[in-house]
């Protein structure tokens, strides 16, 4: 299928579920023909999407992997059409003990959440500039300044990503390309919803002064107007927070003390 001239593409890395899928969802209301790229099976979303009149393609991508990154972006552009957006959701979490953690473990987090955010983004600013501009968003966390108990490894990666963000803010810019970070709290998605049980969601909650744990269309809402030219067209090196006011008082209701794996997404 070759696109029509007037096609414009988003790339959603980690949209499969939760977070990233809902951000698909609502570029593709947007008129984005989307690229979902997941190491999990992402065919149904993009089926979903087409179900409802987008153009949309499924691709099975390791972030960390150069390679698959630049075959992912190269056939999203050849089937869907010029890039123009791209969102970074795929992440990953898991809790140990900073004087338990090793190298491997370290490594672990760090590969993905800041090599693979890296990759993702530098493939498509090189894409983006020579299409002639576009958006860049990449899914940060409060944890980039809220410490977390036995988390030290995926703070350090949150906090890497705003350091990211700024600095291809201010080298981009001259090329069209706005890059902005989102920052959510805590969010129910599929990688949470166990760990939201047993009194945890409300006691989220009662530590937001909104009142309630974000929803993954909190998230995807914010994202879609950081990626919106009209609506943020002067808006660059900005980390927009999505947490309920959970981080203007510093509290911290302990949520993932009890987490051994979660993702992101």
Known sequence: MSPTAAARCALVSGGARGMGAEVARQLARDGYAVAVADVRDCEPLAEELRAGGAAAAAFDCDIRDWDAVMTVVAAAEDRLGRLEAA??????????????????????????????????????AERLAANGGGSIVAISSTASWLAWEQSTHYLT???AIN?????????????????????????????????????????EAAACPLGRVGESLDVAQAVRYLCDGERSAWITGHVLVVDGGYSTHGENAGFGATVDTTTDG
């Not at 970074?88 to 370290?106: I, N």
């Not at 201010?170 to 805590?186: C, Q």
């Open 157 to 159: 990666s949150k906090a």
């Open 163 to 203: 350091g990211l963000v700024r600095g291809m803010a201010f080298e981009l810019g001259p090329h069209g390309i706005r890059v902005n970070a989102v920052a959510p709290g805590t969010i129910r998605t599929p990688a949470t919803a166990a760990e939201l049980g047993a009194g945890a969601e409300a006691a």
């Open 87 to 124: 969102v970074q959701v795929a992440g990953v979490y898991r809790m140990v003990p900073f004087l338990d953690m090793d190298t491997a473990a370290w490594r672990q987090v760090l590969e993905v959440n800041v090599d693979g955010t890296f990759t993702v983004c530098r493939i498509a």
